[in-house]
């Protein structure tokens, strides 16, 4: 959907997180996601991960193998130290279409806050921070935000061999600029055959699924760089909302 300025697209948030509260409160115990943004400087774009750019469908059990057999390398260059589980482990949870193991997600979002080609789609949780990646490239072209909801309090399902997303939160030890940015991520998975790859986020969105994985897409003309940013000079916007 395309809008003329920026304060309808504050106005279309405020209806958002309004929308995700009457489902928390509909029924305090189910599970209702917080909602999560993206920003992307040019409208053009799907939404793909690094890793997707390089090769569709990459398999689960390669990328895991690289990406400890870079380790020691990774950890001779920064310092710092990461105990993953072994790769037989992380194929099985993954394999199951369940949520990476901890210390594995530290270390791959470590990776993607450094450049490293990835499975994970980064998010974040204030629609500021989307909207200053949306507008930071002066590339001339309209700009995109997505809003996102994984789970609306129905419960997921997923059905083989569709491809199925999974966020995974924000509490992890990784990169800082996690933190500064209020960072989360998702990742999809699905199976071809015997073989767990890393799927499209797309390919699930296409599915147009109601009760859950909600994305809704708001194109804002280059022509609103400069309102935002004038915003940001003023400090004329909080960071998050509450939920």
Same mark, same amino acid.
């Given at each position: 959907?395309?809008?003329?300025?920026?304060?309808?697209?504050?106005?279309?948030?405020?209806?958002?997180?309004?929308?995700a509260q009457?489902?928390?409160?509909?029924?305090?115990?189910?599970?209702?996601?917080?909602?999560?943004?993206?920003?992307?400087?040019?409208?053009?774009?799907?939404?793909?991960?690094?890793?997707?750019?390089?090769?569709?469908? !990459?398999?689960?059990?390669?990328?895991?193998?690289?990406?400890?057999?870079?380790?020691?390398?990774i950890?001779?260059?920064?310092?710092?130290?990461?105990?993953?589980p072994?790769?037989?482990?992380?194929?099985?949870?993954?394999?199951?279409?369940?949520?990476i193991?901890?210390?594995?997600?530290? @270390?791959?979002?470590?990776?993607?806050?450094?450049?490293f080609?990835?499975?994970?789609?980064?998010?974040?949780?204030?629609?500021?921070?989307a909207?200053?990646?949306? %507008?930071?490239?002066?590339?001339k072209t309209?700009?995109?935000?997505?809003?996102y909801?994984?789970?609306?309090?129905a419960?997921?399902?997923y059905?083989?061999?569709?491809?199925?997303?999974?966020?995974m939160?924000?509490n992890?030890?990784?990169?800082?600029r996690?933190?500064?940015?209020?960072?989360? @991520?998702? !990742?999809?998975?699905?199976?071809i055959?015997d073989?767990?790859?890393y799927?499209?986020?797309?390919?699930?969105?296409?599915?147009?699924?109601?009760?859950?994985?909600?994305?809704?897409?708001?194109?804002?003309?280059?022509?609103?760089?400069?309102? !935002?940013?004038?915003?940001?000079?003023?400090?004329?916007?909080? %960071?998050?909302?509450?939920?």
């Amino acid at each position: 959907m395309k809008i003329n300025d920026w304060q309808h697209f504050e106005e279309i948030v405020k209806d958002f997180y309004a929308k995700a509260q009457k489902l928390q409160n509909k029924d305090p115990i189910s599970s209702v996601s917080i909602p999560l943004f993206r920003g992307q400087s040019d409208s053009s774009w799907k939404l793909k991960t690094t890793l997707d750019r390089i090769e569709d469908n !990459f398999s689960i059990k390669k990328y895991c193998g690289i990406i400890r057999r870079i380790k020691s390398v990774i950890e001779s260059c920064t310092s710092k130290c990461w105990n993953l589980p072994s790769i037989e482990k992380d194929i099985i949870e993954i394999g199951e279409y369940d949520r990476i193991p901890m210390a594995s997600y530290g @270390y791959m979002a470590y990776l993607r806050h450094n450049g490293f080609p990835s499975p994970l789609l980064d998010w974040t949780r204030s629609p500021y921070i989307a909207a200053f990646f949306a %507008f930071n490239e002066d590339k001339k072209t309209d700009s995109k935000i997505f809003m996102y909801m994984e789970d609306i309090g129905a419960g997921k399902t997923y059905e083989s061999p569709h491809a199925r997303i999974c966020t995974m939160g924000k509490n992890v030890k990784t990169h800082k600029r996690h933190h500064l940015q209020q960072s989360e @991520y998702s !990742f999809c998975v699905k199976k071809i055959g015997d073989k767990c790859v890393y799927g499209s986020h797309e390919e699930v969105f296409s599915l147009a699924d109601k009760n859950q994985d909600i994305r809704e897409e708001y194109t804002l003309p280059y022509s609103e760089r400069a309102v !935002f940013f004038e915003q940001i000079k003023h400090n004329e916007y909080p %960071f998050v909302f509450s939920v």
